[in-house]
Antibody
């Protein structure tokens, strides 16, 4: 059974930084395309970004609202993907979900970690 | 703003069937058979229930079915049950190197 567990959420001031982690188990992590999806309070789902497997280039892609402020990295030896969030804004307040992406669908989801950006 | 348009709400009585639409363009929904649907209960993570327009992952009841016509995809929930009350989101592939877009979501109420 695939399990994804996000950690690292919390309260941060505007302009601050936070790093989220997502540890995976039950899958061949090194070939997985890992994504982050967020959900602001009372709002819908918003795709944040993706990191491809190293065999597929290991590159990253981001949604326009976070491009240049967020980065994604992976450590295949730890089955973990990271979301580094810098220059945080109040609009970044959301629950952040880690997901696997396979053949154009989000297959497995973690329970999410809450990020609150507030002064 | 979502490129995929869903009605904000839908409802039905137990046992009835309800259909939720997801309208896109020829660049996404109409151009590829890679529409997927997700169910989200309050306070929970989303769950994949339909992929590639019509396919169901293992464990998803066959009361859930998907279809597509032109630029519009649909999710039908037959034999509504109280546990089907949730938010439903669609997504569609729109070509390589394109950003992923979710529909705005539909809140399904079982009356």
């Amino acid at each position: 059974e695939v399990q994804l567990v996000e950690t690292g959420g919390g309260l941060v001031k505007p302009g601050g930084s936070l790093r989220l982690s997502c540890e995976a188990s039950g899958l061949t992590f090194s070939i997985a395309w890992m994504n982050w999806v967020r959900q602001a309070p009372g709002k819908g789902l918003e795709w944040v970004g993706r990191i491809y497997s190293k065999t597929d280039g290991g590159t990253t892609e981001f949604a326009a609202p976070v491009k240049g402020r967020f980065s994604i990295a992976r450590d295949d030896s730890k089955n973990t993907v990271y979301l580094q969030m810098n220059s945080l804004k109040t609009d970044d307040t959301a629950v952040y979900y880690c997901t696997t992406y396979d053949h154009h669908k989000f297959v497995n989801w973690g329970p999410g970690t809450r990020v609150t950006v507030s002064s | 703003q979502s490129r995929l348009t869903q009605p904000p709400s839908a409802s039905g009585s137990p046992g009835q069937a309800v259909t939720i639409s997801c309208t896109g363009t020829s660049s996404d929904v109409g151009g590829y058979d890679f529409v997927s649907w997700y169910q989200q209960h309050p306070g929970k993570a989303p769950k994949l229930i339909i992929y590639e327009v019509i396919k169901r992952p293992s464990g998803v009841p066959d009361r859930f079915s998907g279809s597509k016509s032109g630029n519009m995809a649909s999710l039908t929930v037959s034999g509504l049950q109280a546990e089907d009350e949730a938010d439903y989101y669609c997504t569609s592939y729109a070509g390589s190197k394109t950003v992923v877009v979710f529909g705005g979501g539909t809140k399904l109420t079982v009356l």
